[in-house]
């Protein structure tokens, strides 16, 4: 077959569904609600602020990395790889990336049980039916099982990519227009004072270190970068891809979170608001609107299929940046090892065992909901020190610049490139740090301390281990030498 048929028959991935399979991965209609409970009305302008400021530069400087580095297989590491010249470097992102992943599919995972028992049970009493033991053990089993499901079938993450960001960002969006028929016609605003000055911001501490969440709920966009190469035109669907992604992210915050301050009063919200407030927003909704539960049942159903779409694009995506393009004197052989598919199936032991720590670690809290609401704010902390390592890769390549070409340049002026990629990333770090203090425990209590201390212990070992997988390549390396 000459090189004109092999293109012709090649399965090219359209723009379209790639920024599904994105969007699954960094926004959805949950991730607006713990920022509204954290920050109330005020965070309509902080999404404002986060989508011009951050949210934007960010995909375009991700659009740049992505089409420099389009025929790397490891994304991420591949950026800080190729852009700093150090193999080193490429290794400790590759495993900062892939571990920082371990907290939000645990976190999805949690997601799945809690859809399943508004399906079947139809309110918040989970708690009631179910004690943290089991939810951890339902958890795991829930990670295990799609990781298995991961290798049998191939088509897996476009199928339910396709199926649950289209679904999530269509019932998002119907939400917000229901929300504006129901104000239209006598609906009763439930946030009261509903002024310009109960949006203004309260640059307090507990502000600053909720922060965090934001850039957990917006970032996310690198997971794409493998997939360009299975593009049919990189050059203008990439671009094109991110400038809609970015549209889609901040229409939802911003037009969602008005939504719920209808429905919710954003000085008193309920305690388990992160875990079940979708499900009330739309049980709400639906009674307004003369429905009844129905709303709410259909949301659970696309929820668990979103859900389902996020675990399989994040435990497919963080294990290819793992084993796609790490120096092998970092790497022992065995993790490398990929299945007759391509995807390498060792990676996802790891995964499934160190999810299974983070497990027994939440265990100690004292309620399914103080178990959600914790792994949710680690996330806050460990997925935007990720998002730091894209910009240390923008900067190292902008810097370099001379030593690289790409088809897409974000900001042609190097200084100007430079300073925005140094904001970008001195944002995200601060905010990160900031996200170690207890969002949902008050200074110098038990639970405080406890969260505090699991924060950093939990943090400190999972990046902390990366340094073991050298070791052992070396004693592997050794080994064969004996031989």
């Known amino acids: 077959m000459n090189t004109l048929d092999q293109n012709a028959s090649k399965k090219y991935t359209p723009w379209l569904i790639l920024t599904l399979l994105d969007f699954v991965t960094i926004i959805s209609f949950e991730n607006i609600f713990y920022p509204f409970q954290n920050q109330g009305l005020s965070v309509v302008i902080s999404w404002i602020f986060m989508l011009f400021a951050y949210v934007i530069p960010y995909e375009l400087i991700v659009s740049q990395l992505g089409l420099t580095f389009d025929q790397q297989a490891g994304g991420l590491a591949s950026w800080i790889r190729r852009g700093t010249g150090s193999d ?130 917006m970032s996310g966009a690198e997971l794409a970068a493998p997939y360009i190469s299975k593009m049919k035109n990189p050059k203008k669907e990439f671009p094109r891809s991110m400038w809609v992604l970015a549209i889609m992210t901040g229409a ?64 497919d995506a963080a294990s290819r940046v793992f084993a796609g393009d790490v120096n092998q004197k970092y790497m022992p052989s065995w993790l490398t090892k990929k299945n007759k598919n391509g995807r390498p199936i060792h990676s996802y032991t790891l995964t499934a065992g160190i999810s299974l720590v983070l ?18 704010n680690l996330n806050g902390i460990v997925s935007p020190y990720k998002t730091c390592l894209v910009f240390v890769a923008f900067l190292a390549v902008r810097y370099r610049q001379n030593e690289f070409s790409s088809d897409y340049v974000f900001i042609k002026n190097r200084k100007g490139a430079l300073a925005v990629g140094f904001w970008c990333f001195m944002f995200t770090f601060v905010c990160a740090t900031m996200g170690f203090i207890p969002q949902n425990a008050e200074l110098g209590t038990k639970q405080f301390n406890h969260e505090l201390l699991m924060n950093f212990f939990f943090v400190f070992l999972i990046f902390g281990m990366g340094f073991i997988l050298p070791l052992l390549r070396k004693l592997e390396l050794k080994r064969g030498q004996a031989k």
């Open 359 to 376: 497990l027994l670690l939440s265990g100690t809290l004292p309620s399914i909901n103080s178990i959600y609401n914790w792994l949710l």
């Open 252 to 315: 939802l915050t911003i037009l969602g979170t008005l939504s719920l301050a209808v429905f919710f009063d954003a000085n008193h919200i309920p305690q388990d608001f992160k875990m079940n407030g979708p499900y009330y927003a739309f049980k709400l909704l639906g009674e307004k609107l003369g429905m009844g539960s129905v709303l709410m049942y259909v949301f659970a159903v696309v929820q668990a299929f979103f859900m389902l779409a996020q675990l399989a694009i994040l435990i």
């Open 88 to 217: 080193l470097f490429g290794y400790a992102t590759s495993w900062m990336y892939w571990v920082q992943t371990i907290p939000y599919l645990v976190d999805v995972s949690n997601s799945v049980i809690v859809s399943f028992s508004w399906i079947i049970l139809g309110d918040a009493t989970l708690g009631k039916h179910m004690s943290t033991f089991t939810f951890g053990l339902l958890t795991f089993a829930i990670i295990l099982a799609f990781i298995l499901l991961e290798n049998f079938f191939k088509d897996s993450l476009e199928i339910l990519s396709l199926i649950g960001g289209g679904a999530m960002f269509i019932m998002s969006m119907l939400f917000v227009l229901m929300t504006f028929w129901a104000v239209t016609h006598g609906a009763h605003i439930a946030t009261q004072p509903f002024n310009l000055e109960a949006f203004k911001p309260s640059f307090s501490l507990h502000y600053f270190s909720t922060t965090g969440l934001l850039i957990f709920a």
